[in-house]
């Protein structure tokens, strides 16, 4: 069956600029999360959709955001692009959320110039 | 606040060789811990899942244990191979936030 995908794999975007990144989970998954991951910082939790609403978020700023489909699908926004915002932007999908299987995307590569 | 360490932070070992890595966490408030692979520029590869009601998991040459009253986990690799190379991390879901909590990794390398 396939995999966690994301689109795209790679974009390079200008300081100021808003990004979308968007993410389609296993079929029949319903929860999905999203992750930053920085050589710095490793990987840190953005925030969880399940069935279309937000269930956690992380400690980033409100230029993150986030949505989640009737299909389960679920988009990333970054507005207003800082250059620290370069890293690989990771998608998790999972059954059910908590207690089940993480299953991860190959990721977006972000560059911000 | 929960926080997730592995040691070492990179190991080098010769092909053939079995070896051990390590995960520790500081709240045993967990559903589950799970440990995933990741190449270089690539995204995670789930290895094994253990829920928090058991002690260890097994897939082919990776055996993992959980001893979730002292906070720790070991991944075991047999026989290890250079197609083994990689960074391992391990992650715990927190049974207070619903969070996957990664520690930092071990990077490992298998030379021939």
């Known amino acids: 069956k396939a995999g966690v995908t994301q689109t795209p794999r790679y974009l390079i975007k200008t300081r100021g600029q808003q990004v979308t990144l968007s993410c389609s989970p296993i079929s029949g998954h319903r929860s999905v999360s999203w992750y930053q991951q920085t050589p710095g910082q490793g990987l840190q939790f953005l925030f969880e959709y399940f069935s279309e609403t937000q269930r956690n978020k992380g400690n980033f700023p409100g230029r993150f955001s986030g949505r989640q489909f009737s299909n389960s699908r679920s988009e990333m926004n970054v507005s207003t692009l800082e250059l620290g915002d370069s890293a690989l932007y990771l998608c998790?999908?999972?059954?059910?959320?908590?207690?089940?299987?993480?299953?991860f995307g190959q990721g977006t590569r972000l560059t911000v110039v | 606040k929960q926080e997730v360490t592995q040691i070492p932070a990179a190991l080098s070992v010769p092909e053939g060789e079995n070896l051990v890595l390590n995960c520790s966490f500081t709240?045993?408030?967990?559903?589950?811990l799970q440990w995933f692979r990741q190449d270089p520029g690539k995204g995670l590869t789930s290895l094994l899942l253990?829920?928090?009601?058991?002690r260890e998991q097994t897939s082919g040459r990776l055996n993992a244990s959980l001893d979730k009253s002292s906070g720790r986990s070991t991944l075991y690799i047999a026989a290890s191979q250079p197609g083994d190379s990689a960074t391992y991390l391990c992650a715990v879901r927190s049974g207070n936030t619903g969070k996957l909590i990664f520690g930092q990794g071990t990077t490992l390398q298998v030379k021939p």
């Open positions: 253990i829920q928090s009601s058991q």
């Open positions: 998790a999908s999972s059954l059910a959320g908590q207690v089940t299987e993480a299953f």
């Open positions: 709240d045993s408030a967990i559903y589950n």
